[in-house]
């Protein structure tokens, strides 16, 4: 089959556009920026890319299907000859997935509104080490596993990363509700996405729909510790498994411990010992995401599953998993997930995948833990659709006077926001400087650079100094140019 992907360059376009070429099918595909690692990635594959987008082409082209990504609306001039002539067969990325890859598969899909990408991730490096060769499609670029996607064997689990923004102009349901999951994996929930989802209740409706297409011989992994979670009910219909540090649940984190020369922490199932994890990737956040994966690993992997008398899971000889975590000493993480830059006795700086209150907050407190003696900088981007209003903004003030010092760059298409919608710099900065932090902010990104590095370089202090960029974005460059400075 002849495939277009419309907005091709995309970190989950171009991973599926891969995926689809592995499979055996001609791949060709158009964006509005065609530039590497991706456009390097895709043609090194054998798959043609267009820039811009032209009906004209496209019908000279004749692809048996077109992939519409979400990123496409009306007013696209291909899109809009798709609609007026129906000439060409189209769909979306989620449910060609679901056609081509996973409506054969045992799918494990991770969800949640924060650290899918680096679940996702661990789940398929933990089945990988321990033998097996999953699929995957990870949203993100692993350091591990080394690519985004592979189609393994089709004998074992697929794990694919499960967004809950909806799937394209044409159909708004959550991408997950295309995925046909054995084991839905549940981190956490909140509300994000204002753009999409109306309250805290809508986003728990989505998570409602994809767990009750979950399988009575399939699984729910959910984070036991997240009341939002909770609220979704007993699931009776399905079989589930909860994660947490809290007593009850079915797989306990225990003696979590960080410090700068790493961290530690304890799983046990059902009251018995799993295996005592000591690695370097950051905060109990990431604990909890690693026993995500491993429990979510280990289900589909094992022998032996059985419900005790009060209903929960057990698993492997004596309660006991044979899945081994020793693997996660040597996880390498996830591009832009803490990233380190920059390391140096005076100055560390760090790239951050960080949009949401939480995030931000649950990686300052790491960090904290990791840098004791060092002076905190944060540099936050409004740039998500949800950031860039005050929907959240509170809990971002909250967030960001847990650094020493704050510098807020631009807010993303402000022009595009009513002026009592927008996210409020100055509001901002006024609440941290309130509780004895310092705070910056800028007309535009390159200005913020121009104070960050005038306030920060070259590194002298007294004390050492962690700089930490938080971005979904490119924040225009301006954290690889302050990366390049430190350097000098």
Not at 71 to 79: K, T
Not at 91 to 119: E, F, W, Y
Not at 277 to 288: D, H, I, M, S
Not at 309 to 315: F, L, N, P, S
Request: glycine share 8%; hydrophobic share 40%; aromatic share 8%.
């Amino acid at each position: 089959m002849k495939i277009y992907f419309m907005g091709i360059c995309g970190t989950a376009m171009g991973n599926a556009a891969l995926l689809a070429r592995a499979a055996g099918h001609e791949v060709l595909g158009a964006d509005t920026g065609v530039y590497p690692p991706m456009s390097t990635v895709l043609a090194d594959a054998g798959i043609t890319l267009h820039e811009g987008y032209d009906p004209a082409r496209l019908q000279k082209l004749a692809p048996d299907l077109v992939v519409i990504g979400n990123a496409m609306s009306r007013g696209n001039p291909e899109v809009e000859w798709l609609l007026d002539t129906r000439a060409l067969a189209f769909t979306s990325l989620p449910a060609l997935l679901h056609d081509t890859v996973l409506k054969t598969r045992k799918n494990i899909v991770v969800c949640g509104t924060h650290g899918k990408t680096t679940t996702t991730s661990l789940t398929a490096f933990l089945l990988r080490e321990n033998g097996r060769d999953p699929g995957f499609l990870i949203g993100g670029v692993p350091l591990d596993p080394p690519v985004g996607n592979h189609l393994g064997t089709a004998a074992d689990p697929f794990v694919i990363e499960g967004d809950e923004y909806d799937s394209a102009f044409f159909d708004k349901r959550s991408k997950f509700i295309h995925y046909a999951p054995h084991v839905a994996v549940l981190n956490n929930l909140e509300f994000d996405h204002a753009d999409i989802f109306r309250d805290l209740a809508d986003v728990q409706r989505t998570f409602s729909h994809l767990t009750r297409i979950v399988p009575r011989n399939g699984f729910v992994v959910m984070n036991g510790d997240d009341e939002n979670l909770k609220a979704l009910g007993p699931l009776p219909w399905t079989r589930v498994v909860r994660v947490g540090t809290d007593a009850g649940n079915d797989v306990r984190i225990t003696g979590f411990s960080e410090t700068p020369a790493g961290v530690s922490f304890t799983l046990s199932w059902s009251g018995q010992p799993w295996e005592t994890v000591t690695w370097t990737t950051p905060g109990l956040y990431n604990a909890r995401n690693a026993a995500m994966a491993a429990v979510a690993a280990a289900l589909c992997t094992e022998d032996g599953l059985q419900r005790t008398e009060d209903g929960r899971v057990r698993i492997g000889a004596g309660g006991r998993p044979l899945l081994s975590l020793a693997p996660l000493a040597r996880f390498r993480g996830v591009k832009r997930r803490q990233e380190v830059l920059v390391s140096t006795p005076a100055l560390t700086v760090i790239e951050d995948f960080g949009h949401h209150p939480t995030a931000l907050a649950e990686t300052l407190k790491s960090f904290r833990n990791r840098f004791p003696e060092a002076v905190i900088t944060a540099v936050f981007e409004p740039r998500s659709n949800t950031a860039r209003t005050n929907t959240l903004q509170a809990g971002f003030m909250t967030a960001l006077a847990l650094a020493d010092d704050v510098y807020l760059g631009a807010v993303n298409r402000a022009d595009k926001l009513k002026a009592d919608e927008r996210f409020d710099t100055e509001a901002v900065i006024a609440h941290v400087t309130a509780h004895g932090r310092r705070g910056t902010s800028g007309a535009s990104n390159a200005e913020v650079l121009e104070k960050l590095v005038a306030a920060t370089l070259p590194a002298m202090e007294s004390k050492p100094r962690l700089v930490v960029f938080f971005s979904n974005g490119s924040f225009d460059g301006i954290i690889a140019k302050y990366a390049t400075a430190a350097r000098v």
